[in-house]
């Protein structure tokens, strides 16, 4: 008879490593998807420079981009492509398999954790739910609140990567200037946490500041604070001033997100 300890060993051979990993988009994730470390190691032996992720009956060809020294590796060309076409948004979820030789299955979640859903078209085309269209046509997207106190008037669309926002006294005073960010900009762009930021307004030098999320009872929303000064000094920004602020994707990453902020 076998002993236990074999036969637990034996077991253990024939138990399969885990193929799946999943990845939450973060800002800068449409020009590439980076493969976590740890299931990195278990592809080193992979070297093909080419590899497919095949969601439902599409199938997409993505390159496999890798550093000349390292295990890490990353999807590249064509993965942009894959973005668009499936509308991913900074908090969406992707769940990977690698089903070998490179390739790859995905099921995609929205920030709720759901199944991100699409209607199908004549033409092919995937376009999301109406009710989620409808959230946005309303009133042309936009919406407008006075915040309570004396926080600025501000106009923000849902779903968007930009907001704008009128430059009151308290955003450039001596004393502890701050710059308000709009609730719905931060559900929009998943910015739950504290961050790094780099502002670049029109004087075109980038000014690195700190995203601090605030309790305001129901809801979250976030300042710019530490280096916020600097910012609206280096740009003359007054009392009066209406801002853009747009979400740079392209510069931002998991450390830090990048914002261009436009006075018009």
């Given at each position: 008879?076998?002993?236990?300890?074999?036969?637990?060993?034996?077991?253990?051979?024939?138990?399969?490593?885990?193929?799946?990993?999943?990845?939450?988009?973060?800002?800068?994730?449409?020009?590439?998807?980076?493969?976590?470390?740890?299931?990195?190691?278990?592809?080193?032996?992979?070297?093909?420079?080419?590899?497919?992720?095949?969601?439902?009956?599409?199938?997409?060809?993505?390159?496999i981009d890798r550093p000349e020294k390292g295990v890490i590796i990353w999807f590249?060309?064509?993965?942009?492509?894959?973005?668009?076409?499936?509308?991913?948004?900074?908090?969406?979820?992707?769940?990977?398999?690698?089903?070998?030789?490179?390739?790859?299955?995905?099921?995609?979640?929205?920030?709720?954790?759901?199944?991100?859903?699409?209607?199908?078209?004549?033409?092919?085309?995937?376009?999301?739910?109406?009710?989620?269209?409808?959230?946005?046509?309303?009133?042309?997207?936009?919406?407008?609140?006075?915040?309570?106190?004396?926080?600025?008037?501000?106009?923000?669309?849902?779903?968007?990567?930009?907001?704008?926002?009128?430059?009151?006294?308290?955003?450039?005073?001596?004393?502890?200037?701050?710059?308000?960010?709009?609730?719905?900009?931060?559900?929009?762009?998943?910015?739950?946490?504290?961050?790094?930021?780099?502002?670049?307004?029109?004087?075109?030098?980038?000014?690195?500041?700190?995203?601090?999320?605030?309790?305001?009872?129901?809801?979250?929303?976030?300042?710019?604070?530490?280096?916020?000064?600097?910012?609206?000094?280096?740009?003359?920004?007054?009392?009066?001033?209406?801002?853009?602020f747009q979400l740079d994707r392209s510069k931002s990453d998991s450390n830090s997100?990048?914002?261009?902020?436009?006075?018009?």
């Amino acid at each position: 008879m076998a002993s236990c300890s074999s036969s637990h060993s034996t077991m253990e051979d024939q138990l399969p490593l885990s193929r799946r990993f999943f990845k939450v988009m973060v800002p800068g994730f449409q020009s590439k998807l980076t493969i976590p470390p740890d299931f990195c190691l278990k592809l080193k032996g992979e070297k093909s420079e080419k590899g497919t992720i095949t969601k439902g009956k599409d199938i997409w060809n993505v390159e496999i981009d890798r550093p000349e020294k390292g295990v890490i590796i990353w999807f590249g060309k064509g993965w942009e492509e894959f973005v668009q076409k499936y509308n991913l948004r900074v908090g969406d979820f992707a769940v990977f398999e690698h089903l070998g030789s490179m390739k790859f299955s995905v099921i995609l979640l929205d920030s709720t954790g759901c199944d991100k859903k699409f209607l199908m078209l004549q033409n092919g085309e995937q376009v999301q739910p109406p009710q989620e269209k409808k959230v946005k046509s309303a009133k042309c997207g936009i919406e407008k609140k006075k915040l309570e106190g004396d926080q600025p008037p501000y106009q923000c669309l849902t779903g968007s990567s930009e907001f704008t926002a009128r430059i009151k006294e308290y955003n450039v005073r001596k004393r502890s200037p701050y710059m308000h960010i709009p609730t719905e900009f931060c559900q929009s762009n998943a910015l739950f946490q504290n961050t790094n930021i780099t502002l670049t307004g029109p004087s075109g030098k980038p000014c690195p500041a700190s995203l601090r999320i605030c309790n305001g009872g129901k809801t979250l929303y976030a300042i710019i604070t530490t280096g916020w000064r600097v910012f609206f000094s280096t740009n003359k920004l007054k009392v009066g001033d209406v801002c853009i602020f747009q979400l740079d994707r392209s510069k931002s990453d998991s450390n830090s997100i990048a914002i261009d902020v436009r006075v018009v």
